[in-house]
Structure formats: C-alpha cells, structure tokens
C-alpha cells in the first residue's frame, strides 16, 4: 500500500471531505494534511495549477479530485460507502427499532393489489395505501427494510396471492431493488410495476419538486395504480 498524503483546506466539506471519507471508510492509511485559508497562499506555491487538493501517492503529487476520489473507492481490500445525505428523510415516523437481514415488515395484509415500499419511500406508499382503502380496495403494505437479502418468502406469498404487486423506491428503476423483485416473481401470475427513479437526467432542486417533475408523488401514482387496475 503506498504512503497516501492529501492536502486540503481545514474544513468537513468541498472537493477532498468525500475522498478523506471514501479512504478512512475503506480503512485505507492516509496522512490527512489539512491548512487554514491564509496558509493557503504559501501552498499554492507548491502545488501544480495553485490548486487543492493534492494528494503525495509516495512522494509524488498528483493533482484531480475526481481520479483521488476514483482511486480510493476502487480499492478492493475492504467495503468503501460513500453517501451525501441530503434534506429529511421521512420514514413511517417511528424509529426502526430491530432489523434482521432477511425479514420484511408487513404492515397490512390484503387481497389482489400489494404495495412493497424500500427506505423512505414507505410513507409514499403508505398514502397511497390509505387512498386506495378509501377506494375500497385491501391492498397488502409492505417495508421491505432488508434488501439484501429480500425476504423472499414473504415475496413469493405476496405475488401468489396477488394480481398487481407495485414496488416503491427512490432510486433509479432500472437495476433497482424493484427489477429484482420482478425477477423472484417473474413465474408468478401477478404483474409487478416499479415505481422509482426515470433513466434520464433530472435536474437540480428541492426533492418535493423534483419528485412532483417525475411524477413520484402520491397522486400520481395512485393515478397510474387505478389506470392499471381497470386494464
Ligand atoms: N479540477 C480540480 C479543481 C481544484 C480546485 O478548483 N480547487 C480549489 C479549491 S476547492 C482551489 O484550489 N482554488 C484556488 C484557485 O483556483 O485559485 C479538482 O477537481 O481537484
């Protein structure tokens, strides 16, 4: 393993926090080099374009944060997670108290139509839940909480029973965990329907709006959920 140094500006955040993150996640050895703005007039005297960060990979400096940021979460040694929280996530509202891998939450029970919500999307589905009872209709809901490993079983009894099995989840549909689940249930009769994340550029915003763009919102959805269940 080379001897790793960055320089960076003394403060949680701009171009190398993710980098100082990606390696101290992976467990990756760095001397993590920081200096206050004034001092910064003397060290862009030494480093190339008058820009940081710079990083000495054994001596030698290079320069980019996106190829520093590459290098560190394309070690292989150990497990990198690099995740930008941004604005409030709302679950259900009550803190998940337990979690075993493997074991969804079913929060109703139903017949015909399942709602199977990932992270934050439960309390989207979960009002869409509440406008399809109003409807009359009894569709299951459930949290998936585990992804890997899906609760499998509880899936397989989900889409047995079921005609149409809708999946929630704020991430991009393709590759999802909404595709795997199609996949397990794929012998199964019901027809299953991601909703999530388009495979286009979304632009820049508050999430409320964006989701309103993409049509991610309970209304929405309900919309196409009922255009479904008439077809
Ligand atoms: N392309 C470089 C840009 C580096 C950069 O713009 N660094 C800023 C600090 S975040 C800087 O050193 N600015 C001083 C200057 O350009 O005079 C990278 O991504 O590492």
Redesign the pocket.
């Known amino acids: 393993m080379p001897q790793l140094k960055l320089s960076y500006f003394d403060f949680h955040g701009?171009?190398a926090e993710p980098i100082r993150l990606a390696l101290a996640i992976g467990g990756i050895a760095f001397e993590d080099h920081r200096f206050t703005f004034p001092e910064f007039a003397e060290v862009?005297k030494t480093v190339p374009f008058?820009?940081?960060?710079v990083m000495h990979v054994d001596g030698v400096q290079v320069?980019?944060?996106?190829a520093m940021l590459r290098y560190a979460a394309g070690y292989q040694d150990g497990p990198i997670a690099i995740r930008y929280p941004r604005g409030i996530a709302v679950c259900s509202g009550k803190p998940l108290k337990e979690f075993s891998p493997g074991k969804a939450k079913t929060i109703h029970k139903g017949k015909k139509i399942a709602l199977l919500a990932a992270g934050d999307t439960l309390g989207l589905a979960s009002e869409i839940w509440q406008k399809l009872k109003d409807k009359g209709h009894q569709p299951w809901l459930v949290n998936l909480i585990s992804l890997k490993p899906l609760d499998e079983e509880l899936l397989l009894e989900v889409g047995g029973g079921c005609q149409h099995v809708f999946t929630f989840e704020s991430n991009s549909v393709i590759g999802g965990i909404g595709s795997r689940i199609a996949q397990i249930l794929a012998e199964q009769a019901c027809k299953v329907v991601n909703f999530g994340y388009p495979d286009h550029f979304v632009t820049h915003g508050k999430i409320s709006e964006l989701h309103d763009l993409i049509g991610f919102t309970a209304d929405k959805l309900l919309a196409d959920i009922e255009a479904r269940l008439d077809g």
């Open positions: 701009g171009r862009r008058g820009q940081v960060p320069t980019q944060s996106d």
